[in-house]
């Protein structure tokens, strides 16, 4: 699977967007963008994944560039519950089973 | 809609004891997965497996280890004899038979945390 990058930290004001970026310039053709989520204590949260259209849920939007080398993940409104840990991880759909993650971004919901 | 249920939340061992570690996955998933967590560092994959089989354990040591998910009930993960460095979060993950895209997502569910005295 292709590897990602993304920043190790990032601030957001509480209510604004939080936009994660992240980059996976060496993704293939039939690899999947999936983006996870890790709230202190607790086991990896599925939030939403895409191929190369973007993608909207009750949770978040995401955004693949044309290219499919980096995407973003946005979270509209957040909130201090969205603080967390938030993976990037890039997926091939005839692969094995496995999720690879990484370090992540550490993302911290300010008042 | 129950999630993945993992039990125990925390089990204490001390060294040279058998750790059993199980998950229920969701209703309807078939698929079930088993991940590490180290203090501090990320998830690293350990085995996957059907209902009665192991499609993938290289993720696993190779000793003390062994992975199991029967016909019926849970899925077991033992670790015998542990060691100090067998303490880890453990997490358990489920998903469907995969689609015609083969994408499903892995729910997670909130782990074992193990401690080794």
């Known amino acids: 699977d292709a590897k990602t990058t993304q920043p190790p930290s990032m601030d957001c004001a509480e209510g604004r967007a939080a936009n994660l970026p992240c980059n996976h310039s060496?993704?293939?053709?039939?690899?999947?963008v999936y983006w996870y989520r890790q709230i202190h204590s607790q086991g990896p949260q599925y939030i939403i994944h895409?191929?190369?259209n973007n993608e909207t849920n009750e949770m978040a939007s995401l955004i693949i560039t044309e290219d499919r080398k980096s995407s973003t993940l946005i979270l509209p409104h957040a909130t201090l519950r969205d603080t967390a840990v938030y993976y990037c991880i890039v997926r091939a759909n005839n692969a094995g089973n496995m999720l690879t993650f990484g370090g992540g971004t550490r993302l911290m919901v300010k008042p | 809609n129950a999630g993945v249920m993992q039990n125990p939340r925390h089990l204490v061992r001390r060294r040279g004891q058998e750790a059993r570690l199980r998950c229920s996955p969701m209703?309807?998933?078939?698929?079930v997965y088993w991940y590490r967590q180290l203090p501090e560092e990320g998830l690293k994959f350990m085995v996957y497996l059907q209902k009665e089989n192991i499609i993938d354990e290289s993720g696993m040591p190779k000793e003390r280890f062994s992975a199991e998910f029967p016909k019926e009930g849970p899925s077991i993960l033992r670790i015998q004899q542990v060691v100090r460095g067998d303490s880890a979060a453990y997490f358990c993950?489920?998903?469907?038979?995969?689609?015609?895209?083969?994408?499903?997502?892995?729910?997670f569910g909130d782990g074992t945390r193990l401690s080794i005295l």
């Open positions: 895409g191929l190369k």
């Open positions: 993950a489920s998903s469907p038979p995969r689609g015609v895209d083969g994408n499903q997502p892995q729910h």
């Open positions: 060496t993704i293939s053709g039939n690899e999947y």
């Open positions: 209703k309807g998933h078939s698929h």
